[in-house]
């Protein structure tokens, strides 16, 4: 056990230095879609992060507990062009079948899906806010090597192309499973 309690030691200490350095501020992204299908439909795709590759343009690969719950941590590897790099989240809000929110611990940013029934469907919202701004490193990583605004213009691109990928994967597993008579 002493590990253990070593590791969460060395978690809080990261989550201090990284939070410690807050301050650049960056726009509020978001980005809705209507899909065909429950909300408990469109949960069990969104809640299972490690499937976030095969929607995101950006995050590839994502390594996480199969059910995620408040505190769960995931890591996310990135890539943009020849640039890749690994980011940790923490789940802050996790309600299903309606808010799965996971805060990046180095940038500070929270990513947001929120589902709200929508007559017959799900309206789904994607979002990262970054209230307190992000941490210097990540604004210095962000403006180096991702382009700084030109960055930011394309995870506002990104969202909606993601949401466009998670309503084709959510709409075809429910006609697959409504021919399959479930």
């Not at 990135?78 to 940790?88: E, I």
Request: proline letters at 5%.
């Amino acid at each position: 056990m002493p590990g253990e309690w070593a590791d969460v030691g060395t978690r809080a200490r990261r989550d201090r230095i990284y939070s410690g350095c807050m301050g650049k501020s960056v726009r509020p992204l978001s980005a809705s879609v209507e899909i065909a299908a429950p909300p408990q439909a469109v949960w069990r795709v969104v809640a299972d992060v490690r499937r976030t590759g095969e929607w995101s343009p950006e995050c590839r690969k994502v390594l996480a507990p199969a059910r995620l719950r408040a505190g769960s941590r995931f890591v996310g590897l990135n890539k943009r062009g020849f640039v890749a790099w690994p980011t940790t989240a923490r789940v802050v809000r996790c309600e299903p079948p309606r808010v799965l929110a996971y805060r990046i611990v180095e940038n500070g940013a929270t990513w947001t899906y929120a589902l709200e029934p929508a007559g017959e469907g799900t309206r789904l919202t994607e979002s990262r806010v970054a209230a307190d701004g992000i941490s210097t490193l990540s604004a210095v990583f962000t403006r180096v090597l991702l382009g700084g605004e030109v960055h930011t213009d394309e995870l506002e691109d990104g969202i909606r192309r993601s949401l466009e990928r998670i309503k084709a994967i959510v709409e075809s597993e429910s006609a697959g499973s409504a021919a399959a008579g479930g």
